[in-house]
């Protein structure tokens, strides 16, 4: 039997409390709330305000603190993330389920379902080094976080962005395919939470497509009227032209 990898955000130890500078930190307010008392009741408003002042401040910058220390933590989960290469096995069977589905929107036999994959596997590809090249970001391809995979991740300081590309020949993506989606970065979200990883995730749908201007105008109506309410994350779609796509990255 396949035992699982172990992951090593399990391995995560939370950041110790640095109690001296919390004992100051309670001590500094206290010396000022007593200093606004002491101003109050010898009726110098000036004094009084100044010291207010004094804690909003201080109230202020203990925020802030609280959120960098936020974000660097977030930050140090990172490191002990394993990106995981999604199996081949996964990535062929993710490949298959799509190229069958443009086959039968098309009306494609078996006989075309080479040049249907090839097709595929191309768009994928230029989709991923246009997002990339929009992004300024490192890309990793068919990656798997916490087994769930995707066909690509953007890693942006403590955000991470989880990409699906989807080829579309028609104005229109079955709600089984976003359902799936929104899935599996439910999964992902998961899976991060469970480990008390601090990492945000969102979701990148992008969408390559072979269609006239009028069913880009279709399938943009389509994509507004698609319930993405209750969503588990944040939702970027992309649209991309195959056509476009070749003349910049194939076409001399």
């Keep these: 039997m396949e035992q699982a990898s172990p ?13 001296p500078l919390l004992i100051v930190r309670i001590f500094l307010l206290v010396a000022l709330a007593a200093g606004v008392v002491m101003a109050v009741k010898a009726a110098d408003t000036t004094a009084a305000i100044i010291f207010v002042s004094a804690i909003f401040l201080l109230v202020i910058a ?33 490949v ?3 190229v069958r589905e443009l086959a039968r929107v098309l009306g494609v036999g078996d006989d ?6 090839s097709a595929y596997i191309v768009a994928e590809d230029l989709a991923l080094r246009q997002i990339q090249q929009e992004e300024n970001l490192p890309l990793m391809r068919h990656v798997s976080i916490g087994r769930v995979p ?3 991740i953007l890693v942006d300081q403590e955000l991470i962005t989880c990409i699906e590309v989807a080829f579309l020949v028609a104005p229109d993506i079955r709600q089984e395919r976003i359902e799936a989606m929104l899935k599996k970065v439910t999964q992902a979200k998961k899976n991060l939470a469970e480990l008390k990883s601090r990492l945000r995730l969102r979701l990148m749908l992008v969408l390559v497509t072979q269609l006239s201007s009028d069913e880009e105008e279709q399938l943009r ?15 970027d779609i992309r649209l991309l032209d195959f056509e476009i796509l070749q003349k910049v ?4």
């Design 221 to 235: 109506g389509i994509l507004v009227s698609r319930r993405f309410t209750d969503t588990p994350v944040d939702i």
């Design 150 to 152: 995707f066909d690509g």
């Design 62 to 94: 203990f925020l802030l603190d609280i959120a960098n220390t936020r974000k660097r933590d977030a930050l140090d989960d990172r490191k002990f993330i394993n990106w995981d290469s999604a199996m081949p096995e996964v990535q062929r069977q993710n």
């Design 112 to 117: 075309g379902l080479t040049d249907l994959l």
């Design 96 to 98: 298959n389920v799509e």
């Design 7 to 19: 992951n090593p955000l399990s391995s995560l130890e939370q950041r110790k409390t640095n109690y």
């Design 249 to 252: 990255y194939v076409s001399e």
